[in-house]
């Protein structure tokens, strides 16, 4: 139960917290027919089912938390962190791509009966050891995060991308960079591109190393020359400077100007392209462009801007999935996903008559 200080500082009655009884009493059912209306079980009409849940709401019932984890030795709280950001803790909150995949993962997880708890990357093990957490999501992981280490270590369940394939304790989702990059330098080279750039992240995540080794692989198989300019950190205003850099001909080997730019670090889909148009570029005409993100701003430019989705819902889910199979079905032996990119084609990479809409990037 709980106290509510009155306005003089003084301790007031606690409030008396309902019970199943009290919702039992109210709607005029056993306790057994409430409790098993409320968890979902026993072979109840819908209409007494409704009927203890309406009045279990109006009422305010919640169940005992503390009792639930001594039952069953889950306090179903799943911890949340991005290990890409760890200089800047709650940045990701901003991005597009991280807000979807938290929120994905908060409400996959609320619906399966776990809570999300948001935690800053870089966490100590002093500041989460003390959480009764039941697994730990670890989005993007930088390499060498001794984070990961350490909630395997205290026997945590971990969620991370693939660079965990293989750790006792430690499943993962994640998407291939390979066909990603090469399904996007494709389309750009149908369209005519052949002097395409990019701009990189300067993190690094497993998938942005599997990006440049995959665009590294696409330029020698076709005889095209690299220009690969790198952000200094995250954020709209590093990328587009990188952007601007990549445009100019200040990159690697960038001359001469590049006629496609593959903007993999994430950045506001108009402020890139206005960004090529401060350069001279007129998109299609003189730039083709796409960009990995999640921004819906992106469908509604002049022109609609080209994109590759990364589709955080689809990974948070399948995430979430592999975890509960741990926690709730006692699964053990290592397991993984991959899920499929998709590239949704729009005018600004398009200067050929084309169905404008790419499924997937298999």
Known sequence: MTE??????????PVRRIRLVDVAREAGLSKTTVSAALNGTGRLSEVVREKARETARVMGYRPNATARQLRTGRARLIGYMVGELAD???????????????????????????????????????????????????????ADDPILDDLLAARIPVFSDRSV????????????????????????????????????????????AGVLAAYHDWCAAH???????????????????AV??????????????PDAL????????????????????????????????EDVTAEHT????????????EIAEAGIELLVAVLEDGRREAAGVLVLTRLDVRASSV????????????
């Open 165 to 208: 394939e293989g750790r006792t304790g430690a499943y993962w989702v994640d998407v291939e960079a390979g066909p990603a990059v090469f399904g996007t330098m494709d389309h750009l080279l149908e369209q005519g591109a052949r002097q395409p750039a990019m701009v990189l992240p300067g993190s690094a995540t497993r998938f942005h």
């Open 223 to 241: 005889g095209v020359a690299e220009r690969v300019v790198r952000t200094e950190g995250p954020g709209n205003g590093p990328v587009v400077r």
């Open 244 to 257: 601007e850099t990549a445009l100019t001909g200040d990159g690697e080997g960038a001359d001469p100007r």
């Open 351 to 362: 200067r050929r008559p084309q169905v404008v809409r790419h499924p997937q990037v298999e």
């Open 302 to 313: 002049e022109p609609p801007v080209t994109t590759l989705s990364l589709r955080p819902d």
């Open 88 to 142: 800047t803790p709650w940045s990701f909150l901003e991005s597009p791509y991280f807000a979807r995949l938290t929120g994905a993962t908060a409400a996959t997880a609320l619906k399966r009966g776990y809570a999300v708890v948001l935690l800053p990357a870089g966490s100590l093990q002093s500041e989460w050891a003390g959480l009764p957490l039941d697994a730990v999501v670890v989005a993007d992981p930088v």
């Open 4 to 13: 509510v200080s009155r306005h003089d500082g003084a301790p007031s009655q």
């Open 262 to 293: 593959f903007v993999v670090a994430e950045a506001s889909p108009p402020l890139v392209l206005e960004a090529a148009r401060r350069q001279g570029y007129e998109v299609p005409g003189d730039l083709l462009l796409v960009c990995v993100s």
